[in-house]
């Protein structure tokens, strides 16, 4: 199993608690400015019909399920029960289409074919066990002409603040837990690989770019470092004693400390973003 399966793996079976802490703090500051981004890059148009792959707790789904409005419709699909429960459990948007969530892997979509205007995946498709086949699922569930949006990390330096992270887990908990973690969410980092796959996926008009949005941890470096309660490297933290949870802190805001200003993290994350037509 990959590392990016075992990201996927703990995802499906975490716990609602264990990824509150996703929803908290890393949805409002990194993924719906992401979302809305992502939406921007592909288009939603009023009545359209929306497919959001790995929907998490519903994050490009809802924003989504606003631009497309009352006319249009939502089906949002994810294999963490944790993140449905959160997904379902937030009050629709006024005038927003109705959402649909399903239950089940990227790679076996519970869902017609040609029955969408777009299909959507942010921060997915690097989990996945079977990348290709979730790609040719995505396109057997658009329309002809019907759009693709899928976002994937860079590679992990060029999003700092998480680097940083894990060189403090090196030096704590050793060079294998950074490993894990580095090759995690930022383990297709690759803008080639990643046009190939949907390229592969019989996508036509492929094409990847390169963006980057500022990003802030007001609370500082601890307010980060609670992000890994996320993380498959979790358990690990989690076992920590005092005096070792004393050390990881410290050395977390000694390897932030270049990209910490009057408390707060302030920096940048990068993310390859994909668009193509089936």
Same mark, same amino acid.
């Given at each position: 199993m990959s590392t990016g399966e075992t990201w996927g793996a703990a995802f499906a079976s975490a716990t609602t608690d264990s990824m509150s802490v996703y929803d908290r703090i890393m949805v409002p500051r990194i993924f719906d400015p992401w979302a809305d981004l992502l939406l921007d890059c592909v288009g939603v148009a009023p009545g359209d019909a929306v497919l959001d792959v790995a929907t998490g707790p519903g994050t490009v789904? *809802?924003?989504?399920?606003?631009?497309?409005?009352? =006319?249009?419709? /939502? =089906?949002?699909?994810?294999? =963490?029960? %944790?993140? &449905?429960?959160?997904?379902?459990?937030?009050?629709?948007?006024?005038?927003?289409?109705p959402i649909t969530y399903l239950h089940?892997? +990227?790679?076996?979509?519970?869902?017609?074919? $040609?029955?969408?205007? &777009? %299909?959507?995946?942010? !921060?997915?498709? !690097? #989990? #996945?066990?079977?990348?290709a086949g979730a790609l040719t699922e995505m396109r057997r569930a658009l329309r002809p002409g019907g *759009? &693709?949006?899928?976002? /994937?990390?860079? +590679?992990?330096? $060029?999003?700092?603040? #998480? $680097? +940083? &992270? @894990? /060189?403090?887990? $090196?030096?704590?908990?050793? @060079?294998?837990?950074?490993?894990?973690?580095r090759t995690g969410p930022w383990g297709l980092p690759d803008p080639g690989e990643l046009g190939r796959l949907v390229d592969a996926a019989g996508f036509t008009g492929v094409e990847v770019v390169r963006r980057t949005l500022p990003v802030v941890f007001e609370g500082g470096p601890s307010q980060l470092l609670a992000t890994a309660g996320a993380a498959v490297v979790a358990p690990l933290i989690a076992a920590l004693d005092e005096r070792g949870r004393a050390d990881l802190l410290a050395a977390a805001t000694e390897a932030l400390a270049p990209l910490t200003d009057a408390g707060a993290v302030r920096s940048e994350l990068a993310s390859h973003v994909v668009t193509a037509r089936r």
């Amino acid at each position: 199993m990959s590392t990016g399966e075992t990201w996927g793996a703990a995802f499906a079976s975490a716990t609602t608690d264990s990824m509150s802490v996703y929803d908290r703090i890393m949805v409002p500051r990194i993924f719906d400015p992401w979302a809305d981004l992502l939406l921007d890059c592909v288009g939603v148009a009023p009545g359209d019909a929306v497919l959001d792959v790995a929907t998490g707790p519903g994050t490009v789904a *809802r924003r989504a399920a606003v631009r497309a409005g009352a =006319s249009g419709r /939502v =089906s949002a699909c994810d294999l =963490s029960p %944790a993140m &449905l429960v959160m997904a379902t459990a937030k009050p629709p948007d006024g005038g927003a289409a109705p959402i649909t969530y399903l239950h089940g892997p +990227a790679e076996a979509l519970d869902v017609p074919d $040609e029955a969408f205007d &777009l %299909a959507l995946c942010q !921060q997915g498709l !690097q #989990f #996945f066990p079977d990348r290709a086949g979730a790609l040719t699922e995505m396109r057997r569930a658009l329309r002809p002409g019907g *759009r &693709l949006g899928v976002a /994937v990390w860079c +590679a992990i330096h $060029e999003c700092p603040p #998480f $680097e +940083a &992270l @894990a /060189v403090a887990f $090196e030096r704590v908990l050793g @060079a294998e837990v950074a490993l894990t973690f580095r090759t995690g969410p930022w383990g297709l980092p690759d803008p080639g690989e990643l046009g190939r796959l949907v390229d592969a996926a019989g996508f036509t008009g492929v094409e990847v770019v390169r963006r980057t949005l500022p990003v802030v941890f007001e609370g500082g470096p601890s307010q980060l470092l609670a992000t890994a309660g996320a993380a498959v490297v979790a358990p690990l933290i989690a076992a920590l004693d005092e005096r070792g949870r004393a050390d990881l802190l410290a050395a977390a805001t000694e390897a932030l400390a270049p990209l910490t200003d009057a408390g707060a993290v302030r920096s940048e994350l990068a993310s390859h973003v994909v668009t193509a037509r089936r």
